[in-house]
């Protein structure tokens, strides 16, 4: 019930742009749909498990997405470092904080641009990289292996990446 009588016999509708009458459209068998929940399901349970790893490694799933990224590299400036890791621009800082203060990267002063910094792992920060990532890797291949053929990975990531595309051009 959207409406209701005033004391002195006004008639007010409580949602004036919202009509119960609006007839959706049947989604329970839209094939598109369909994949969400799915989707969601696969991404929350590989979060979960990836995430409770790294952090038996004594780590935030933040610090290991920054150090994996700057491993095997000459470093990055900040700016690079966000684009590339799934940490925010605001969460960047305070992650790249707490980990110069464990000695597992330093900030390095750009020649020729004082503004520009780039970060650079450690002698320590590239032995944790070497074997976290080397755990975290071992660690995850055998969901991987028990639920898809190389063929059917090559086949997912293909399909997963055309998916983010169209997100990305927006709608």
């Not at 700057?70 to 470092?81: A, I, P, R, V």
């Amino acid at each position: 019930m959207d409406r209701f009588r005033t004391g002195s016999g006004l008639t007010v509708q409580l949602f004036p742009h919202y009509s119960p009458l609006v007839e959706l459209p049947d989604l329970k068998d839209d094939p598109h749909l369909k994949l969400v929940r799915p989707l969601v399901e696969a991404y929350l349970a590989f979060s979960r498990a990836g995430s409770r790893h790294i952090k038996s490694m004594r780590l935030t799933p933040s610090q290991f997405d920054v150090l994996v990224t700057l491993g095997d590299t000459q470093g990055m400036t900040c700016s690079e470092l966000s684009a590339r890791t799934l940490v925010t621009k605001g969460t960047l800082t305070g992650v790249l904080d707490r980990l110069v203060s464990k000695g597992l990267v330093r900030r390095e002063t750009i020649r020729g641009d004082r503004r520009a910094t780039r970060v650079l792992l450690t002698a320590k920060g590239d032995v944790l990289f070497r074997k976290t990532f080397a755990a975290h890797v071992d660690f995850l291949r055998p969901f991987f292996e028990r639920a898809l053929s190389s063929q059917e990975v090559e086949q997912a990531c293909a399909l997963l990446l055309r998916l983010r595309d169209s997100f990305r051009q927006g709608g």
